[in-house]
């Protein structure tokens, strides 16, 4: 089957500009997290969703980013007047719940690079 | 807040040889478990092995295998008979065990170069 889908795969913007990253997770997944990846670092946690409801957003750097998940399946990460320092690899990650067991899957990520 | 440490940024091992990644962290939870992830140039993060914290023995996968020091939050991954393949970046990372949610917290990564 197929696994998490992430588009678009990189994404060239201008400081100020507003960008939507896609994360389509696995079919039947429930749980669905997004990570920012910035370069020579770990992932770091951005938010988290059950369903369609963001059960934990606390790693979400300011009220520029947001996200949403309206209908429990395909998620977007929004981010407002971009800066320089948004420059980074955006990981999506589902599981099939949110229990302790539950595997994460990665997506490929979104290569977001800000001029 | 939990953290994780690696403190070894590039490791290189000749092909068929073993080495050895290290990676502590920091807890005040009793319950918890343990992850290695690959990250090959594509960016696809993969699972490599996972260790729960409640189990004494040391978790393993073919090739894989963990030393896992809970008093000291000690968690290693030895790869034996090292393949090309398994060059790559490689992230340890702690999720705790909550009922709920279980983010993941990363350490910083290892790349690991395998000479021919």
């Known amino acids: 089957g197929a696994g998490v889908s992430q588009t678009p795969s990189n994404k060239v913007t201008e400081k100020g500009k507003y960008v939507e990253l896609r994360c389509d997770p696995i079919s039947g997944h429930t749980a669905l997290y997004w990570y920012r990846q910035s370069l020579g670092q770990g992932p770091e946690f951005l938010i988290y969703f059950q369903g369609t409801g963001a059960a934990d957003d606390s790693g979400l750097p300011n009220d520029r980013f947001f996200a949403v998940r309206p209908e429990g399946s395909v998620s977007t990460l929004k981010i407002q007047r971009t800066e320089r320092g948004d420059s980074a690899v955006y990981l999506c990650a589902s599981s099939l719940g949110s229990g302790a067991t539950g595997e994460q899957f990665f997506g490929p990520g979104t290569r977001l690079t800000v001029l | 807040a939990q953290t994780v440490t690696q403190s070894q940024p590039e490791m290189s091992v000749q092909e068929a040889e073993t080495v050895t990644l290290s990676c502590t962290y920091d807890t005040s939870e009793s319950d918890y478990y343990l992850f290695w992830y690959k990250q090959p140039p594509s960016r696809q993060m993969i699972l490599v092995i996972r260790?729960?914290?409640?189990?004494?023995q040391n978790a393993t996968e073919n090739r894989f295998s963990v030393n896992f020091q809970k008093a000291a939050k000690s968690f290693s991954l030895k790869i034996s008979d090292s393949q090309l393949g398994d060059a790559a970046m490689y992230f340890c990372?702690?999720?705790?065990?909550?009922?709920?949610?279980?983010?993941?917290?990363f350490g910083a990564g290892t790349i690991l170069r395998v000479k021919s």
């Open positions: 260790q729960e914290a409640y189990k004494q």
């Open positions: 990372a702690y999720r705790g065990f909550m009922e709920y949610g279980n983010k993941l917290v």
